[in-house]
């Protein structure tokens, strides 16, 4: 449990934090970073290696390359920036902007706007509640169950987009 803010500056280090009561800034690489319950805003800068959140109450800022970014339970928006990484995303209370390459993005359940911009990977944007842009290259689109405007930019993949029921996309 950590009431205040937590900071750390690592390199080659493995970080798992529980029970965030402040702020909480991360920066290591080549090492895991785990976050759970985190209530103020979190913000993770990792070079090789996986990147998870789950319940931050504030927003999430997630950064890394070669490895995944996964996220659940988000109370805010999350901006996410990753190279050579998958990106899982599930619960999110307000938008999300997740930006990557040569690995696939599957985004569910975010309240507001998404916006997905992914080289050379699949994406799957579901149950959006706001309006939804996505572009990628060499792989396929799907949207599904939106509420708001869609725009695909797509090369080389295929596209498939169906709207909530009884809402036009």
Request: with cysteine; aromatic share 4%; charged share 15%.
């Amino acid at each position: 449990n950590i009431a205040k803010t937590l900071t750390v500056h690592g390199g080659n280090s493995k970080v798992e934090a529980e029970h965030v009561g402040g702020l909480a800034m991360i920066t290591t690489s080549f090492g895991d970073v785990r976050v759970w319950d985190a209530k103020a805003d979190l913000t993770v800068h990792n070079q090789n290696g996986k990147v998870e959140a789950n319940s931050v109450g504030g927003t999430a800022e997630l950064q890394t390359t070669f490895g995944r970014v996964k996220f659940t339970g988000l109370g805010q928006a999350v901006r996410v920036q990753a190279q050579n990484s998958a990106v899982n995303g599930d619960t999110v209370g307000e938008s999300a902007t997740i930006q990557t390459s040569f690995a696939n993005v599957d985004l569910r359940g975010v309240k507001g706007n998404a916006r997905v911009t992914a080289e050379n990977s699949g994406v799957r944007v579901v149950g959006i509640g706001g309006e939804v842009y996505a572009r990628t290259t060499f792989a396929g689109t799907l949207v599904d169950d939106t509420a708001g405007p869609v725009i695909v930019e797509s090369a080389n993949g295929s596209v498939s987009v169906t709207s909530r029921p009884g809402q036009a996309c």
